[in-house]
T-cell receptor, first 111, second 114 residues
């Protein structure tokens, strides 16, 4: 089945640093989504991308839909302690299709 | 802001028992989903539901699982005879329409099978 490779698996950074994580796939997706999950809670949508090459920002977060439609990255600028959590990429290949999730990037921010 | 709600938040059950997990999707949404997340692992798709029928399901969603939208507001996941490996967080999600609208997740039900 379709798989997403998300990296890095975990990151330990200092408050104020920028963060970058990415997802790649062997399959084409027509939607890329980035979610954040806090412990014991459901994934919360951060950014949705619908078009190859699209670059979208949400505050300090920026994400891009790769032009090959097989990859996406998420950048967080000037990290703060509340950025701590697990970030998941997810891709969808059809109009009704389910989401395929990456394995997540666990972000730890040291004040 | 409208949100997906799920009940119960936690459920403990004995192996072999039936459980029903309940979800109330966002009111004008038409597409409904169940996902599960085993502790420490990624979120996995179980089933999608549209127009009162299953539109897609994964290999995880075997004959022990069923979904229903009994009354136009609730969306339920039933596990007929629970196994130890069914222990996980179960997330419901809903989406308004095909195309640009995307899925919004509920807070999850933590199921523990003993």
């Amino acid at each position: 089945g379709q798989q997403l490779n998300q990296s890095p698996q975990s990151m330990f950074i200092q408050e104020g640093e920028d963060v970058s994580m990415n997802c790649t796939s062997s399959s084409i997706f027509n939607t890329w989504l980035w979610y954040k999950q806090d412990p014991g809670e459901g994934p919360v949508l951060l950014i949705a991308l619908y078009k190859a090459g699209e670059l979208t920002s949400n505050g300090r977060l920026t994400a891009q839909f790769g032009i090959t439609r097989k990859d996406s990255f998420l950048n967080i600028s000037a990290s703060i302690p509340s950025d701590v959590g697990i970030y998941f990429c997810a891709g969808r290949s059809g109009s009704q299709g389910n989401l395929i999730f990456g394995k997540g990037t666990k972000l730890s921010v040291k004040p | 802001e409208p949100e997906v709600t799920q009940t119960p938040s936690h459920q403990v059950t004995q192996m072999g028992q039936e459980v029903i997990l309940r979800c109330v999707p966002i009111s004008n949404h038409l597409y409904f989903y169940w996902y599960r997340q085993i502790l420490g692992q990624k979120v996995e798709f179980l089933v999608s539901f549209y127009n009162n029928e299953i539109s897609e399901k994964s290999e995880i969603f075997d004959d022990q699982f069923s979904v229903e939208r009994p009354d136009g507001s609730n969306f339920t996941l039933k596990i007929r005879s629970t196994k130890l490996e069914d222990s996980a967080m179960y997330f419901c999600a809903s989406r308004a329409s095909p195309g640009r609208e995307t899925q919004y997740f509920g807070p999850g039900t933590r199921l523990l099978v003993l």
